[in-house]
């Protein structure tokens, strides 16, 4: 199950900005970028009244898996943990994040994953 629209962040100044802009928080498998929302950018997107909302990226680099069908398998785990965890209350927070998954031999250990990106998830205060 893929993000909703108003969750997904896009567009090359919209990753300019998180780059230039953004608390890094580091993990094993994984590294999260944090910014404060900057919904001006997404004008040329036509945003919604909620573009101050929380939103999310998800890079995955080839240096993962050479396989679009393994790196979209990795997405999609990731992506469905945040549809469950994230609730409407945390929905407000207006924060951007992009995850980019380090390289490494993962992607059969779902759990190990799935644990880090919580860590990372609380140690960078987006959820409680």
């Not at 004008?43 to 393994?70: D, G, M, Q, W, Y």
């Amino acid at each position: 199950m893929a993000l909703p629209k108003d969750m997904r962040l896009k567009g090359h100044r919209t990753f300019n900005y998180i780059h230039k802009n953004s608390m890094t928080y580091r993990g094993k498998l994984m590294t999260f970028k944090v910014a404060i929302s900057n919904p001006k950018i997404l004008l040329s997107h036509k945003p919604t009244n909620c573009s101050n909302n929380f939103r999310v990226a998800i890079a995955i680099s080839k240096k993962v898996s050479k396989k679009a069908v393994e790196r979209n398998k990795l997405r999609r785990i990731l992506q469905e943990w945040l549809l469950t965890n994230i609730q409407k209350i945390n929905n407000h927070k207006p924060y951007w994040l992009l995850v980019n998954l380090r390289f490494g031999d993962f992607c059969n250990d779902k759990n190990r994953l799935l644990e880090e990106f919580q860590n990372l998830m609380f140690k960078s205060r987006l959820i409680k």
